[in-house]
């Protein structure tokens, strides 16, 4: 018989039923409750942010969705609310602004956001919301220009300008007359697109072209590269959050990620075509960080047999994490990845204290964090997604064969 015949007549095993795919359904249904509790949870308070505006106004009404009139108790119009959205790293983020009479900006709240908590308060810490109050809706300077971007946060720094002048334009327009001339939106494509394209190019050559000490060379010069551009000079590593972003169903402006989305499709065609997580092997800046300090103080990449219970605790976190995250709606509230600890020195001081457990272990461990602790290792969350992956492929193909045979 050919290889043709066997491979025809060959049966297919019908899906059976373990106990961790137990798991991954009871992981999967505790995934979708949260995010349904967060759906529901999630909007823009108004109110307070009126009371702390407005202290002595009785009411106000909307004029559209987000621009309202400020009324006192005579019913007279004392000012005007708006709210404005920017895109922040983490998805929109939304500013809410007070105008006077007179068209001076009187105060600024952040109505809500989905950045990485440390990094968010690191850029408030700056003064930017002190500098953007100080406007009023007869400027004409793009906000970004009057605003210094916070080294490691630019994409928050950018959302907070934008938004505000968003709100400050509606409320020009809607209150005070002013005509607005339509804003173009600026295509971000620079180094970071650029070094991580280069990147990718270099993984696939290396694993297609060139193999043996070629192929050797090659990963360790995007190692380094990785390490060098992405770790310590743009500090855009793969987080937990770039997942959750997905799982929240939020997809982001292509002009102000377009690095965002080089970094997901590039992920997922290598996992759906060569079963490959390169950018973890090939160019992961905190991988690259750990092999290096391998070969610094001798440690082989081979297996350590540790107890079963670090390889849970491991998957708890990530779980955790990301049920936090569906649950406030935010990618990077939950996020205990220390790459912004080494690259930006920004953390807090359990995160430092883990950061130093690590890098010292790395000279005698061959990637322990990535090993142990990585919440998008394949021992968690790449290891669930290929489990539920492969399952629904198992019950659509045993379906599809009953369905035949009857």
């Not at 650029?194 to 270099?202: D, G, P, R, S, T």
Request: aromatic share 14%; proline share 4%.
């Amino acid at each position: 018989m050919r290889n043709s015949d066997k491979h025809k007549t060959r049966k297919r095993k019908p899906f059976k039923w373990k106990t961790r795919d137990t798991l991954v359904l009871v992981v999967s249904v505790l995934f979708v409750i949260s995010w349904i509790i967060g759906k529901q949870n999630f909007k823009a308070y108004v109110d307070p942010f009126f009371e702390l505006a407005w202290p002595e106004a009785e009411s106000y009404e909307y004029v559209t969705e987000d621009h309202a009139r400020v009324i006192d108790g005579e019913g007279q119009v004392v000012g005007y609310m708006a709210k404005g959205t920017g895109e922040g790293y983490g998805g929109p983020l939304t500013m809410g602004v007070a105008v006077d009479t007179f068209g001076n900006v009187k105060s600024l709240a952040v109505l809500e956001y989905r950045e990485t908590p440390g990094f968010f308060q690191k850029v408030l810490k700056t003064g930017i919301l002190q500098n953007l109050a100080q406007r009023d809706v007869y400027d004409s300077v793009p906000y970004m220009q009057l605003i210094d971007v916070v080294t490691g946060a630019t994409m928050s720094s950018r959302a907070l300008a934008e938004s505000v002048e968003s709100a400050v334009r509606v409320t020009g327009s809607q209150s005070f007359s002013i005509i607005q001339e339509p804003k173009a939106k600026d295509i971000l494509f620079g180094l970071p697109e650029i070094v991580l394209l280069a990147l990718f190019i270099i993984a696939v050559l290396r694993r297609k072209v060139f193999g043996g000490k070629t192929g050797k060379i090659l990963r360790w010069i995007t190692l380094i590269s990785g390490l060098i551009f992405i770790g310590f000079v743009l500090n855009r590593p793969f987080v937990l959050a770039h997942i959750n972003m997905v799982l929240l169903g939020y997809w982001p402006d292509w002009h102000v990620h377009i690095y965002w989305y080089i970094l997901i499709a590039g992920l997922f065609l290598f996992k759906a075509k060569e079963e490959w997580n390169t950018y973890c092997y090939d160019f992961c800046p905190f991988g690259a960080c750990q092999e290096v300090l391998a070969q610094i103080g001798g440690a082989k990449n081979r297996a350590v047999e540790w107890p079963r219970l670090l390889l849970w605790l491991q998957r708890t976190l990530a779980i955790a994490a990301v049920f936090m995250a569906l649950l406030f709606r935010n990618p990077g509230f939950s996020s205990f990845e220390i790459f912004g600890t080494l690259f930006d020195l920004n953390g807090s001081n359990y995160q430092f204290a883990l950061l130093a457990i690590i890098l010292l272990l790395s000279l005698f461990i061959y990637r322990p964090w990535c090993t142990y602790l990585c919440p998008l290792h394949k021992n968690a969350m790449e290891g669930l997604f290929d489990r539920i992956r492969k399952n629904t492929q198992s019950i659509l193909q045993t379906l599809l064969l009953r369905w035949k045979r009857n």
